[in-house]
Every structure is written in C-alpha cells, then in structure tokens.
C-alpha cells in the first residue's frame, strides 16, 4: 500500500539526487525504491534508493537518506558459491555515520569505505540527510540478515 | 614522461567531475590517469580516467573525454577462469557514441548501456565532451586487445 509519506520519500530523493547533479530519466524516477524496513517509522528508520544495474556480477545503486534516517544494522550473507556482497559506500553529499565492527567511521562528499561480504553494518545520515553512491558485486536484498528480528526489507512502494 | 598537455589533460577531467558535482579528495584529483593510447594524439585518441575501487569482484570508474576525443576499439579478454570483464557506461554529461557490434548507440545524459564482456566496443565523446560512469566486474586494463596494433593502453602520467 502506497501512502503519501512514501511517494514524498521518493520525490525527496529525486531532488536530492538532482541536488547532486546526478541526472535520471523518468522511468529511473519512477522506479526509486522506498523501505522503512517494516517498522512504519519512515524518517527515522528507511532508505531510498535507485539501482542503476545489478547484473550477476557487479551492482551500483544510489542511496538517499533523509537527515538523521537509519538502515539498521544488517549483514550480506554468502549465496551461489559466493562470499555475499561486497560493497563500496562513496559519500557524495551530507554526511554517513557508517557502524561496522564495533566502529563509527563518518563520511563526507568524496569518501568512501568498502565494507567485506558477510559483516555486520549499519549507516545513519547527518543533520543534512546524505546521498551514496553504493558499488558492489551482485546484490540480493532479499537475503539481508538484519539484526533486529522486527526488521524487514520490505518495499514499501510495490 | 609527463608533458604540459597532460597535466592539462587531468585537470580538464578535474573540471569536467566537478561541473558534474561529482567532489574529489586531493588525492584523487592527483590520481586522474591520461593515456594517449601511444598514438601521441592524445586530444583526438585518448581517456582521461579516475577508478574509484577496483576489488577482486567489481570496479568503478569515471571516465572523462575531450571534445570528439576517442577511445579505439578493444575487448576485455577472458582471464582467471573470468568470461572477462562487463561493463556499464552511464552517461554523466555531454554525449557519448558508443560503437558495438557494428551498432552506434548515442547515450546522453542519464542513459546507460552494458556492454557484455569479450565483445569489441569504442566510444567518442560528443562535441561537449563527455563525463561516464563505468559500473563493471573487476577491471584488467593490462588485458584489453585492441583492433589497431598501434594502439596500448600506456598512462602517460606514471
């Protein structure tokens, strides 16, 4: 079910994107994802995000975060002989408080960290919200181990 | 040997990422690549390039090009028990016709292509020049085969 928190999330992240200089078709801003993990608490728990290409071997998305929005802390599992999926995060405006291991690295516009298959992390924008740019092998969302059982990812615009 | 025009060379694709907001850290601006491909030609044959991560699995890249400046015609070669690496060029800004299987495909701002790995392909960027995105499976520059036997893939700023 759609609801109108979900289609301003979308056109958030289309302005946010666009504020980047980042250009989209309209099919692409038609097809940003919106998740607030199943917990109905979109600005504070959620992600929005436009995958440009994930094939069967590399995937690059872009992320939007709405200021001070979370995606909790989660895992990529191995699957098909794989490891899971590696992933780069490349900060390209606001800030990413990025958890991983125990640790907080936070990045700026122009940073980047890579995180291993199978690890623990989670990520929370700053006071600006953020935009990432998300480099990876191939991504299966649907395999995501989160931490907390009550989480979901689910797409709360399909 | 590191010519003027090289020098030129990487702060033209400087220039070019950050007219596409795309923000660079000091280091990376000082790690843009220039080839001429040897041909010593290098506005009319040549790349201007900064990879962003390239791991064992993926690489990403941005890849910036003069006015009418070419990149000849090459494959990227099975290697590792690799079918060879795959592609997707995203259109930043300006516009770029790429060559492949005897087809011109024009990509303009926000349009992107895939191009399947061990499959001959070049590009020439439109008379703006032209900034892409290149989203791929691991990158081994060291294995392009090009068609013209003059053409290597040298970085004349190493």
């Known amino acids: 079910m759609i609801?109108?928190?979900d289609?301003?999330?979308?056109?958030?992240?289309?302005?946010?994107?666009?504020?980047?200089g980042i250009v989209?078709?309209?099919?692409?801003?038609?097809?940003?994802?919106?998740?607030?993990?199943?917990?109905?608490?979109?600005?504070?728990?959620?992600?929005?995000?436009?995958?440009?290409?994930?094939?069967d071997?590399?995937?690059a998305k872009e992320l939007v975060l709405y200021p001070g929005q979370t995606c909790p802390e989660h895992r990529?599992?191995?699957?098909?002989g794989t490891?899971?999926?590696e992933e780069t995060f490349r900060c390209r405006r606001g800030l990413v408080h990025l958890h991983i291991g125990g640790k907080e690295i936070v990045l700026g516009p122009g940073e980047q960290c890579t995180i291993p298959p199978d690890t623990l992390h989670g990520f929370r924008a700053g006071p600006e919200g953020a935009v990432v740019s998300e480099f990876s092998?191939?991504?299966?969302?649907?395999?995501?181990?989160?931490?907390?059982?009550?989480?979901?990812?689910?797409d709360t615009l399909s």
């Open 7 to 20: 289609l301003e999330a979308r056109a958030y992240a289309a302005a946010q994107l666009a504020a980047c």
């Open 76 to 80: 990529h599992p191995p699957f098909d």
């Open 83 to 85: 490891p899971g999926k």
């Open 137 to 154: 092998s191939t991504s299966r969302d649907d395999l995501d181990v989160f931490t907390d059982p009550a989480v979901r990812r689910v």
């Open 24 to 55: 989209l078709t309209e099919a692409e801003r038609a097809a940003i994802e919106v998740t607030d993990f199943g917990l109905s608490r979109l600005r504070e728990t959620g992600l929005q995000l436009l995958v440009y290409v994930n094939t």
């Open 3 to 5: 609801g109108p928190a």
């Open 57 to 59: 071997r590399y995937c």
